[in-house]
Antibody, heavy 118, light 110 residues
Framework: QLQLQESGPGLVKPSETLSLTCTVSGDSISGTTYYWGWIRQPPGRGLEWIATIYYTGSSFYNPSLKSRLTISLDTSKNQVSLKVTSVTAADTAIYYC??????????WGQGALVTVSS | QSALTQPPSASGSPGQSVTLSCTGSSSDIGSYYYVSWYQQHPGKAPKLVIYEVSERPSGVPDRFSGSKSGNTASLTVSGLQPEDEADYYCCSYAGSNKYVFGAGTRVTVL
């Protein structure tokens, strides 16, 4: 059974870099069928697609955030990672990782709340 | 890349049907058959209920159905049940491996 588990710092200071990891079990991120992605949700607000990556390492970013984002794969640990640089309070959100199947997010992690505050 | 437009709220009595709309543009919904819908209960992660406009994942009741016309997609929940009370988000593929979500519709079962 597929499971995705996000982990992160919980609290990040403004202007610093946010690093998140998604550990995948029950499927290999090295497979050719699926992409893997990150979506975030500010408190009380809607969902926002952030980034997606394929097993080849090809990565795709939300244009509005692209300059601050890096998504990557660690196939040895079966993990998908996300880095967001120069964070502000606007980056405070629950960050979800998800599997992408037929261009839909078919499995989600439970989410990791990240608060940006000094 | 603008967010898709969804009404903020909708409601219906148990057993009734409710239809949620999701309006995009010719760059997203109008160009691709890759519209998906997600159900989110408070404090929980979103759950996929419809993909490829009208396909239901295994385990999703057939009370959930989807359609698309032009730049607008719709989700219909028939035979409303109390557990259907949740937020619903639409999402469309927007080309070049990009996606756009709607702001969500809160469904209340009266």
């Amino acid at each position: 059974q597929l499971q995705l588990q996000e982990s992160g710092p919980g609290l990040v200071k403004p202007s610093e870099t946010l690093s998140l990891t998604c550990t995948v079990s029950g499927d290999s991120i090295s497979g050719t069928t699926y992409y893997w992605g990150w979506i975030r949700q500010p408190p009380g607000r809607g969902l926002e697609w952030i980034a997606t990556i394929y097993y080849t390492g090809s990565s795709f970013y939300n244009p509005s955030l692209k300059s601050r984002l890096t998504i990557s794969l660690d196939t040895s640990k079966n993990q998908v990672s996300l880095k967001v640089t120069s964070v502000t309070a606007a980056d405070t959100a629950i960050y979800y990782c998800a599997r992408v199947n037929v261009l839909a997010f078919d499995s989600w992690g439970q989410g990791a709340l990240v608060t940006v505050s000094s | 890349q603008s967010a898709l437009t969804q009404p903020p709220s909708a409601s219906g009595s148990p057993g009734q049907s409710v239809t949620l709309s999701c309006t995009g543009s010719s760059s997203d919904i109008g160009s691709y058959y890759y519209v998906s819908w997600y159900q989110q209960h408070p404090g929980k992660a979103p759950k996929l209920v419809i993909y490829e406009v009208s396909e239901r994942p295994s385990g999703v009741p057939d009370r959930f159905s989807g359609s698309k016309s032009g730049n607008t997609a719709s989700l219909t929940v028939s035979g409303l049940q109390p557990e259907d009370e949740a937020d619903y988000y639409c999402c469309s593929y927007a080309g070049s491996n990009k996606y756009v979500f709607g702001a969500g519709t809160r469904v209340t079962v009266l």
